[in-house]
């Protein structure tokens, strides 16, 4: 239920207090006391007193409208107490009633009412411990309307009572019962009406129920409606007569100023409207117009039905708002511009603020949604995920999940070709390095492949190790002469590399076979060169190229070559420059390989390439080494800790000149990023207040630190702004103080403009509403201040006032319809003109008290009742049938417009003072008897 609706209601509810403030029920104050006296410590108990009392108490306070002090059984000190409560409550009510029913008695001309606790010995005891009926009259006295005395208590002598019970009393004169009292009328007061229950001298009876026939009789009739007050005893005096065939005659004595109802027409159609008022249905608004048509609660009944109307309309208008979604937006405008509730209209307004409010920021998440996808790299899951994760637009969160639905499907399709390939790739040995080459060279997953990788590169690292100790083995193996057949021997026994070792068990025994057959052709050699001559060169020479043993060869050319090393020594002296040059050109590597080329000494030249293949192998080392630092490089282009380490790692001078260029362009892009931040927080700092333009600068951001910070602040300024608007749509704008609490929010600072201008409109609202009713009630009278705008005292004065005139309650709201019903008068409801003057009434005679007061003989009730209606005194002309006194009638135009209410009380002249009773005889012992029905 919106607030709107609310409002509704409260309006309903302080029409209905209202009402009932303004009821006639309310208007008329009634006082009571009410006394019951049974249970007595000293005289006969009797029966049924507190029941007559509760009884009779109840029902004056729960159907009569009576303030009724109750009190049952009391003591002397008890009944003091009660009565000066009444006499305080009676001052200035309306009406004043006073019952009691138990045992009273009379002396010397004084009514007496005896509590629980008297001792009666003589006279003194009862003047002195009875409670005095003049004390009575005193506290009735306080009330300035209608006094109503009660007295259920029989009227011969009480003390036959005791000596029936057995109760000696001891000296002189006893007290006869109840006198007659008079009726003479208080200054002031409008009446008073004095009531026995039964006649002088004469006994009641107890009846067989719970009340005594008087009390039930008052009981019965006090309820009946539209009865006049001296009616209704009559009523009661004859139901008494009836049912007790004439053996006991209530006595009724009155003098009241115009008609008195206990219940009046006016208190039943108040009656009806009070039920009414409590319940939800038409109907029972229907009766009270149908019973009560010219009532003053015919008008509320009919603004109720009027109001029962209204809201069922809204109930309507309601439920067909609550049916329709708050996302359905064209409805939801049409129901606004149709419905003709202001609640529901309201209501609908509001959902429609809310659902386009809803589609703006839906509108704005999907574009921010859509530039965060975007942004997502195409084959980045997890980034998609957190993406989608952060989404509130459903068409970008499907479209990301599309992406994630095919990547996640292509994540599995590369999971299973990985299983699969990993299995393959486990089924090799892992020494089988032709088996994993084959595998390796059909893998498609990423993982098997770097998996697939080392494992390969470590069986080639092995075979190749492998292949370099057999060639380094055989190139050791060959290195040796091979004539040195124990060297040979020793490097065949160094050996590991199979291959190798074969090959040089098979060289070292063809060599083995050689030697042997070498041996012999050298003894057979040498023992021709020792025939050759040792200094003939020729034959040395000769001999020499005949033998096939290389040691006699050598020999031989050992020979030759002493002889021939004088010729040769310059040749010798030549070579050692040519190696001292190899050797001055360092590691010059062309040089090197061009003077190879060109030198004439053997040994020169061979030095030459020894250089030249170390420093190839060196080369190729520092490639390789430059290689594997290029790629450990580029592996971390992004992380520029590692990358400046990896830059003092680095040991290629090549690749550390373009290590430190990258990391001044990483360095100078993190650089650039951090002032693009600084720009951007600078930016969403000056904005801090400016939900507007934190929005463009959150789209126009390129840091996304700050770009979440931006969003964070656009939230808190959303949810801010959105407590101030509401702050200022919960202000009721048709409450009398709708300005001063619309006034108070202005100086408090709003988080964003729509506030603001909600309050400005609000109070713009409620001024032209002043202005426009404060204009009209000008026109009416009601106003005589300026049209200031302004809710202020005399503008709630006019509309009371106006309300008044009407026969309305003072509003507490000014609403539409109010200033719509304001500027559809055409006359003045309100003219300045004097209030007329109440008419005296004319004085009558009164008949004479003393021959009021005479105790007629024992009638039956009619007669009884008819003769008291004779004795009252002439009544002067009243205005309605209430006790009202005629006033002067007022224009027709002012009484129909008039509001409905109780017309003042005019001051009536004092009674004349009743003639005063002669003596009383001296006093005659009188028999006893006990209260009426008791």
Sequence with gaps: MTKHWKSLFLAFASLALAAVLASPAFAERRVALVLGNAEYDHIARLKNPVNDAKDVAETLAKDLGFEVISLVNARKDQLD???????????????ALFYYAGHGVQNEGKNYLLPTDIAVKDVADVEFKALDMDRVRLALSKSSGVNILI??????????SLVTASRSVDGGMLPRGLERMSVAVNKGAKGILVAYAAAPHEVALDGAGRNSPFAEALLKNLKAPEVEIRRLFNLVSDDVARTTKGKQSPEISSRIYGDFYFLSPDEMAERAWQRASKSQDPADFRAVLASYPNSPRARDA??????FESVQRCNAEQKELDAIGPNDLPRLRAAAGRFACDAARKGAEALVAKAEEKERRELASCEADNKALAAVGAEDLAGLRAAAAKMTCADARRRAGEQLALLEQKEQRDRDICNADLAALRS???????????????????AAIEEARPLVAALEAKERRDRETCDSERKAFAAVDPSDLPGMRAAVGRMTCAAALEGARFVLARLEEKEKRERD?????????????ASDVAAL???????RCEAARNDANLLIAELESKALRVEGQSCEAERKTVAGMGSDLLRLRAAALGLKCDAAREDAKIRVARLEEQETLARQTCDAERRSLQAKSDDLVALRAAVLATTCDDLRKDAKELVAALEKKQRLAKESCDADRKALEAKSGDLAGLRAAADGMSCESARADARRKIAELEGACAADRKSVADVDATSFDAQSRLGALRGRKFSCADARGDLDRALASVETRVREAQMQLKKLGCYASLANGRLDEPTKSAVAAYASKKGQAAPTRLTDELVAELQGQSEAVCPQQSAPIAAKPAETPVKDASREEIAPAAKPAKHNARRNEDEEPARPARAGKRHQLAEPVAPRRLRERAPVERPAQVARPAAPAPVAASAPAAAKPLSWSHNPGF
């Design 541 to 547: 020479k000769s001999a020499a190229a005949r033998m």
């Design 428 to 446: 090799v040995g892992r020494d089988d390095l032709p088996g994993l080459r084959a595998v390796a060279g059909r893998l498609a997953c990423r």
């Design 521 to 533: 052709i050298c003894d057979a050699d040498r023992k021709a060169l020792t025939g050759a001559g």
């Design 302 to 307: 009919q603004l109720r039905l009027d109001l």
């Design 81 to 95: 107490g009660a009565l000066a409560d009444f006499s305080r409550k009676a001052a200035g009510a309306d009406v």
């Design 151 to 160: 007295l259920d208590a029989c009227r011969n002598n009480p003390f036959d």
